[in-house]
């Protein structure tokens, strides 16, 4: 590739990020008045954890000074992100193809699709920020959530935040490569996977409650290392309660959710790139199925 | 000499359709294009005139890389629309006619500024091509309206300006007047038009436009390839295509009630190249095509045995329409009626 291609890929690969992150926006901001979004926005994060406290609080007869408790909290809360994340990127492939049929002609636009896929996901980041935000507000105020933002490891947090949001988008990008060629149904894939990935990547229970021949599986998923950065960040101590990956320091964790990432983020271009073709070959791209 | 701006060569589509649950190994095969060569020079408004289910559709999607062919190649603006894709997509834009596209929450001008901007048009010059195609085709007060909120035949006219407002060079309109009344349609022929007239001293742009409507393609289109069941028949100016014609005789007949009688029979006299008849309350219009005029004598007395009046007789000259029954034997209505659909 020519200096001058690679200057006209850079150029198309951030002008489709940066509509498509506008666009994706727009849809999710848009669909209500700003004050039922602000409601919406609140209600529902503060509703989910609410329900997790309850069965947590029922389960232990309110032992809330258990260290479990905040990993059970913080995991849930950030949890969240994987589902809006994955489903922001692959959702939109659903969403322009079946509902606004626009698919079609941002295939024959002059843009980069995983970029513009990437770029569609942004909304579900901030949406999922918006309520991780809410939830640990919430918890600290109302739900006996003990966090000291002077004891965090901020530089840890938004690290590890960011390298998680790529990896999870990258995920996103898988889904959105299946639902190319997936007609029908292909809304519940997000759905679907984040429920799976919910069981083995130690978000509410650490991976020790697992049996050991399902343990490997959360070992190999980035999501459980990515998940106890975020609780190690903001508070240290639970992570050292629990010995599954207590062995593992902040940066061995680091280490290891760059390398199962990277591994990730390039099998999904790969995945992304073999689904998009097959998808040209089957004329598969403008296809509705009305359902 | 500017290089042409679309080529195709042995193009072919197959698609592969799968059968019902019980039958699901059993596929079938449905060849929706083949051996499709065409040339098309740069500057050229193009037409593509053939019946529902003929293949346009699977054309314009190969050549807008939206859809990998089976056998052959095609390029646009001189690349190859699969190997070179990339290359290929800055240089064009699509509009298909008969759908209601768009993203509902943005306004008309919200939705064709983000398509702009997908191009790399600057923002001030998008408003402003945005606000002069708007008012060309007859929107403009719509502008600041959720898309929504826009009738289907309104979001069409938004989605034909996209199509524009890129001033790509080489532009797709598959079917742009489908579902379109009667004062729209003229509106975006018109548009359509001044495009033609203004390419005249810029020869860069080349349009491609597939219809059904034989008056839209003899009205607007350079040349005209008339396409059905996936093949090409014939490619000329319009005017050379019914020019074949020009030494048959045609005629228009109204009848009383056809008692029985079918085109078919009025075909097999002699001298009878086709005929078509349409029943309506009341009688049958028939189109006749004769090698000579002294034909109509043996048609005449084909009438008169089974009791048909003839309610009114008319001579004219050939049109697009009789060109297609001269090449597929049927008229393009009676294909649509009883044609398997190839049209994907």
């Not at chain 2, 095609?74 to 064009?92: F, Q, S, T």
């Amino acid at each position: 590739m020519d200096r001058s291609t690679a200057a006209v890929t850079r150029s198309e690969t951030w002008r489709s990020f940066r509509i498509a992150t506008w666009l994706g926006w727009q849809i999710a901001s848009n669909w209500t008045d700003p004050l039922w979004f602000a409601i919406y926005s609140i209600v529902r994060p503060v509703s989910r954890a609410a329900i997790l406290v309850v069965m947590y609080g029922v389960i232990t007869q309110g032992n809330f000074s258990d260290p479990l408790f905040p990993y059970i909290y913080l995991g849930n809360a950030f949890y969240s992100y994987v589902f809006t994340v994955m489903n922001g990127v692959s959702w939109a492939v659903i969403d322009d193809r079946e509902h606004y049929r626009t698919l079609k002609y941002m295939y024959v636009a002059p843009i980069r699709i995983p970029a513009y896929l990437l770029g569609r996901g942004v909304a579900g980041f901030l949406t999922a920020s918006l309520s991780v935000v809410i939830t640990i507000l919430a918890g600290v105020l109302f739900l006996h959530v003990s966090f000291d933002p002077l004891q965090a490891d901020w530089l840890l947090f938004f690290v590890s935040l960011a390298i998680g949001v790529v990896m999870l988008a990258m995920m996103g990008l898988v889904l959105a490569a299946l639902s190319l060629l997936v007609a029908r149904h292909s809304g519940f894939l997000a759905e679907g996977v984040s429920g799976v990935l919910f069981l083995f990547s130690g978000a509410i229970y650490p991976l020790d409650v697992l049996p050991v021949w399902l343990q490997p599986i959360g070992y190999a998923i980035p999501i459980t290392y990515w998940l106890e950065l975020m609780r190690r960040s903001l508070i240290g101590s639970v992570a050292e309660a629990f010995p599954t990956l207590a062995a593992f320091s902040n940066l061995e964790l680091l280490g290891i959710l760059v390398g199962l990432s990277v591994v990730f983020g390039v099998a999904s271009i790969y995945v992304f790139r073999a689904c998009d073709k097959r998808a040209r070959e089957r004329g598969l791209i403008d296809r509705t199925t009305n359902y | 000499m500017p290089p042409l701006a679309i080529e195709t060569e042995a193009l072919g589509r197959i698609y592969k359709i799968r059968g019902s649950k019980k039958e699901k190994k059993i596929r079938k095969e449905l060849v929706a294009l083949a051996d499709v060569n065409l040339q098309i020079e740069t500057g050229e408004l193009f037409g593509l005139l053939g019946p529902n289910g003929a293949g346009k559709t699977t054309l314009i999607k190969i050549l807008t890389t939206l859809l990998a062919p089976t056998t052959g190649w095609a390029r646009v603006a001189g690349h190859d629309v699969v190997d070179a894709a990339a290359k290929v997509r800055p240089l064009i834009n699509m509009v298909s006619g008969g759908e209601s596209s768009g993203y509902g929450l943005l306004t008309v001008r919200e939705n064709l500024w983000m398509f702009s901007q997908f191009y790399g048009v600057p923002s001030k010059e998008a408003y402003r091509r945005i606000d002069e195609l708007l008012k060309r085709v007859g929107i403009f007060d719509r502008r600041h309206t959720k898309s929504a909120d826009l009738s289907t035949g309104l979001r069409q006219k938004m989605n034909i300006v996209r199509g524009f407002m890129t001033d790509p060079d080489v532009l797709f309109l598959d079917e742009p007047t489908l579902g379109l009344d009667v004062g729209a349609s003229r509106e975006v022929r018109a548009l359509i038009r001044e495009w033609v007239d203004d390419r005249r001293s810029d020869v860069r742009r080349t349009l491609l436009l597939t219809t059904h409507y034989m008056v839209e393609a003899d009205e607007l289109c350079d040349r005209v390839a008339i396409i059905n069941q996936g093949r090409v028949l014939a490619c000329d100016t319009p005017s050379a295509l019914k020019q074949h014609l020009q030494k048959d005789a045609i005629f228009e007949v109204e009848t009383s009630p056809l008692n029985g009688l079918t085109a078919q029979t009025i075909e097999d006299l002699p001298e009878v190249r086709t005929a078509t008849a349409t029943e309506h309350d009341g009688g049958a219009t028939l189109n006749l095509i004769l090698v000579e005029e002294n034909a109509l004598a043996h048609v005449i007395n084909v009438f008169t045995q089974k009791n048909v009046r003839i309610l009114k007789l008319s001579k004219r000259e050939p049109t697009l329409e009789d060109v297609f029954v001269d090449l597929v034997g049927r008229s393009m209505a009676d294909v649509e009626k009883g044609g398997e659909s190839s049209e994907q």
